[in-house]
C-alpha cells in the first residue's frame, strides 16, 4: 500500500492531476501541493518525477488524534486553533481538548475534559520511510533546465478520517462499506517530506509550556 500509494502520488504530481491528489492526499497537503504545481506552471515549468524503483517501507511510529477534528486540521495556523484549544502530546498520543470559559474553568481541568473527549473523535496516522530511487526532470517548454537523479528514504505520513470513537473507527475498518453510516475507511497521504508533521509536534510540545491566560 505504502509504496503503491507513493507512486501514485508521485505520478499525479507530474501529470498535475489535481483530481488524482485529491483523491490520494488530506485536504491540506493537496492545498499546499495544488497551489505550489500552478506556481510552477505560471511561471512556464513542468516538474517531471519518475520513481525507478522502492524498497520495502519501514514504519517510523504512529500518532493517535483524539479530540475535536477542527483541533487537527493543519490548514489553520496552529496559534489560531491553540486559542481555542489545549493540547496534550505523549507517547505516540496527542489529546486536544476545548480550552473552557471563564464561568466553567474552575471545574474544567485538562483532566476532567479529556475523560469527556476521548469518546467522542479519534484519527490515526502512521509514519513510514520509502527507500526509493528517484529521478526528478525540470522542463520548461521542450528544454530540460534540470535533471536529477538518486538513492533517497522519503518520510511519508499516512492518516484516517475521524470517526467518533475509537469504536466506529474500528468497524469502519473492519465493514468498510457496510459500515454505511460512517465516513469510508480510507489511508490518504497527509504529509511527505515532514512538511507538517514535524513542525505540528513541535508547535504542540512548545504549547504544553504554562501560557499566561
Known sequence: MVSAAFVSMTEAISNQDHDMIDQIMSPHLARVYRRALENIKAQGFQLKINVENTLAPQQGGQMINIGPPDSFNKSVPFSRRLDR????????????????N??????????????????????????????????????????????DRGKIEIPI?????????????????????????????RWFISDIFNIVDMKEVQQIQLSQKPRNE
Open 85 to 100: 484549544y489545549a493540547f496534550k502530546y505523549s507517547q505516540g498520543m496527542c489529546v486536544s481538548v476545548p480550552r473552557p
Open 102 to 147: 471563564r464561568q466553567d474553568s474552575a471545574n474544567a481541568t485538562f483532566s476532567n475534559q479529556v475523560k469527556s473527549t476521548v469518546n467522542e473523535w479519534t484519527s490515526i496516522e502512521l509514519w513510514y520511510k520509502v527507500p526509493a530511487t528517484v529521478k526528478v526532470d525540470l522542463w520548461k517548454g521542450n528544454k530540460l533546465i534540470d535533471s
Open 157 to 185: 505520513t499516512f492518516s484516517t478520517p475521524f470517526y467518533e470513537g475509537i469504536m466506529n473507527l474500528g468497524r469502519a475498518f473492519k465493514e468498510g462499506e457496510d459500515a454505511s453510516d460512517l465516513e469510508p475507511f
